[in-house]
């Protein structure tokens, strides 16, 4: 109950957000529920980390390398502090972005129902029992293709922030050092000088041979560079994994609706309608 409440009160925030900016010191209703669910996160993952500093495991995870770099007896306030909300971020990053990118996916097979009939034939031609490993996504060409063109044309993460370290011209325009500067990864994704036919879904042009010629920041769905997204592989396989094994158990026949989304810091349509048998 006390982690269903944290998660619904979280992600509301997140999902629906403010009409405008209001700075997190005022103490606004919204605010002052973020700080007690804040404080509620810190005392379960101070729980963990004394479970994790009683029974030492073979295999570390990420919790426990950085309970090993910031957490020790030996830690300042603030390396504690560090520590703590390094673990809040992947928490957050894995749950709300990957849920939107599994439904904006969940739509765009509803939107076009000849690449979900293709999508299903290719994961049900694997066993039940098949065995996940390093590689797998070699095995499901087509999937990770479908995921890749949704990604493309629905990041959700839409735009990325930087600062600019020094003085930059580009094109004609100066950027002063110190200015943020606003990288639109959707306009990005849809420039017609880098994709052909931008605004179409086309999952082919992600297993053609020009696919491995592209630029690499021509697609950067979780940013790119050294602040790239830490948690992409992880959502990769989330994806991944929900999409087969929901298809290798279940049928599901998606209600197809006019794209809504939410006014939010992500794009994540307001809801996907499925009818939902066993397979």
Not at 48 to 60: D, G, L, M, P, Q
Not at 227 to 241: E, N, Q, S, T
């Amino acid at each position: 109950a006390e982690i269903k409440s944290i998660v619904e009160t979280s992600t509301a925030y997140i999902a629906e957000g403010l009409p405008f900016y209001l700075p997190l010191w005022v103490p606004s209703l919204t605010h002052l529920k973020l700080k007690k669910v804040s404080q509620q996160i810190d005392d379960i993952l101070e729980r963990v980390i004394s479970e994790r500093e009683s029974v030492k495991s073979k295999e570390a995870d990420m919790a426990d390398v950085l309970i090993e770099s910031l957490g020790s007896a030996s830690a300042s306030v603030y390396e504690r502090r560090v520590m703590l909300d390094e673990m809040k971020t992947m928490l957050a990053g894995g749950y709300f972005p990957v849920s939107c990118s599994l439904s904006m996916i969940w739509y765009t097979l509803g939107k076009h129902p000849e690449y979900f009939d293709k999508l299903k034939k290719e994961i049900r031609s694997k066993r039940t029992e098949y065995q996940f490993h390093q590689s797998f996504y070699q095995d499901f060409p087509f999937t990770t293709a479908i995921v890749f063109e949704v990604m493309r044309l629905y990041p959700v993460a839409f735009s990325i922030w930087r600062k600019a370290k020094v003085d930059f011209e580009t094109h004609g325009y100066l950027i002063p050092k110190g200015k943020s500067i606003c990288v639109s990864l959707f306009n990005v994704h849809r420039h017609p000088e880098f994709w052909e036919d931008p605004d179409a879904f086309k999952p082919e042009r992600f297993l053609n041979s020009e696919a491995n010629k592209r630029p690499k920041h021509h697609f950067m769905p979780f940013g790119w560079g050294n602040r790239k997204c830490i948690g992409d592989h992880y959502a990769i396989m989330v994806i991944f994994l929900t999409l087969i094994r929901t298809l290798q158990r279940y049928d599901p026949e998606i209600v197809h609706e006019q794209l809504k989304v939410r006014r939010a810091a992500l794009i994540c349509p307001k809801r996907v309608m499925a009818r939902i048998k066993n397979y």
